[in-house]
């Protein structure tokens, strides 16, 4: 049994997408049942659709690329941290005091359901701007969430996007975190290498650390 735990979101017709979107579409260029040496596959779907990652290109203008993007950023040492169920309000300053210094943060809301029916629509942002700034200052350089937006649902306001995204904090979105317990984990999110694009999907894998690594980073 691998010890890795898969987070990423399975990509096919049923995938929750954005509102607008368009879901993945997948047409067979060659098939074993029509009599062809092989099966070959073409796919369609938007790079911020299911489990992506935003890279500052996103939103900052001349900002870095996917590709990019050092590959150590998305690989080692993250704290999943788990809002109150039923809690939809923003992340204070108060509450991201207690992860200030962490390098990578995964945020689980309510919005973990792994077949959704619909997009859910009524949340805020995941944090305030204050507590963003924080986390910045203390060295945040990835924070992921298993909504499909760090800004809130509607579309009103982008300004986490562009306060992670200024200062080089790449955006983990979608991510499936249904049975993932608050705690330390390894952490593997690697995008496809995609010239000048600003976003990528990517395969997402946690690996809970074994108690004799485990510290406090929260001190």
């Known amino acids: 049994m691998s010890e890795w735990i898969d987070i990423t979101r399975p990509v096919d017709e049923t995938l929750i997408t954005w509102p607008g979107r368009s879901r993945p579409t997948r047409q067979w260029e060659k098939s074993l049942a029509a009599g062809d040496h092989c099966n070959v596959s ?75 029916e619909r997009f859910y629509e009524a949340h805020e942002m995941l944090m305030t701007e204050n507590a963003a700034s924080l986390l910045l200052e203390s060295g945040l350089m990835l924070i992921g969430t298993d909504r499909l937006s760090v800004d809130d649902s509607k579309g009103r306001s982008f300004g986490l996007h562009r306060l992670f995204l200024g200062a080089g904090c790449i955006i983990v979105e979608g991510l499936l975190l249904t049975d993932i317990k608050e705690g330390a984990y390894y952490l593997s999110a690697l995008p496809l290498r995609l010239s000048g694009a600003e976003a990528s999907p990517i395969r997402a894998l946690l690996k809970q650390k074994p108690m004799d690594q485990m510290k406090d980073d929260f001190q």
Not at 45 to 51: C, D, I, P, R
Not at 64 to 79: A, R, Y
């Open 42 to 116: 073409s796919w369609e779907w938007n790079a911020h659709s299911g489990t992506h990652v935003d890279a500052p290109l996103h939103f900052i203008e001349r900002g870095h690329s996917i590709d990019q993007i050092p590959p150590d950023l998305f690989l080692g040492d993250c704290q999943v941290v788990e809002l109150a169920p039923g809690n939809f309000a923003p992340m204070d300053e108060k509450a991201a005091r207690r992860y200030a210094g962490t390098k990578r943060l995964l945020v689980k809301t309510g919005h973990s359901l792994p077949s959704p």
